[in-house]
């Protein structure tokens, strides 16, 4: 699993897309519980080389009720992005992942990480290639329907402070669906 990981962290393949030029950014190992398959890294993400160090990474740790430890514990949690670099800023926020990465690399990485019990599926992007035709109409109903795809996947909004508005107009996500996803969380950690 090292020499693929090694292989995609000098990955080119969209470089002429990229603003800031390719940086692949993604972490596992054959051990990983949970994967976290979410939108692409930020420009924070970018310039650091961690993924979540910014306060999206916060709310998302908060979310999961997990420290910064047991959240970059290999162990634990495999990051792997729809688009493994920085897309560039667009107008409301960062521009979409790349469409070549996730095709390109999630099968032959997902093989490897074999013990992944859960993947949090967060923002609509890692929905439409999950879930495919079992998205609901949108994110937030899917969301909302979080136990229809359990076991394999937990549907999640991105953690973005940019999404206050969405987290105030639907606060059944954090009294129902925040209490689920950190027991669910919680026992697959605890089981190993």
């Known amino acids: 699993m090292s020499n693929l990981i090694s292989e995609i962290k000098t990955c080119t393949l969209c470089a002429e897309h990229l603003p800031l030029g ?3 950014i993604l972490s596992g190992n054959a051990r990983s519980k949970i994967a976290i398959v979410s939108q692409a890294p930020g420009r924070i993400a ?11 990474g916060k709310n998302l740790r908060a979310w999961l009720g997990v420290d910064e430890s047991t959240f970059y514990f290999e162990d634990h949690f495999a990051i792997a992005p729809m688009g493994f670099c920085y897309p560039g800023k667009g107008k409301g926020g960062d521009l979409p992942p790349r469409p070549e990465c996730a095709p390109t690399w999630h099968d032959e990485l997902f093989a490897y990480l074999e013990n992944i019990e859960l993947k949090l599926l ?7 290639a999950y879930l495919g035709s079992r998205m609901q109409k949108n994110l937030t109903e899917t969301v909302r329907r979080f136990e229809d795809y359990l076991p394999e996947y937990f549907p999640l909004p991105h953690p973005s402070p940019r999404n206050g508005i969405w987290m105030r107009k639907n606060p059944w996500f954090e009294a129902e669906v925040l209490p689920a996803l950190r027991v669910k969380v919680r026992a697959i950690l605890l089981n190993g």
């Open 22 to 24: 390719p940086k692949p």
């Open 46 to 56: 970018h310039q650091s080389g961690i993924p979540f160090m910014d306060q999206s």
């Open 122 to 128: 967060i923002g609509q992007y890692s929905q439409r």
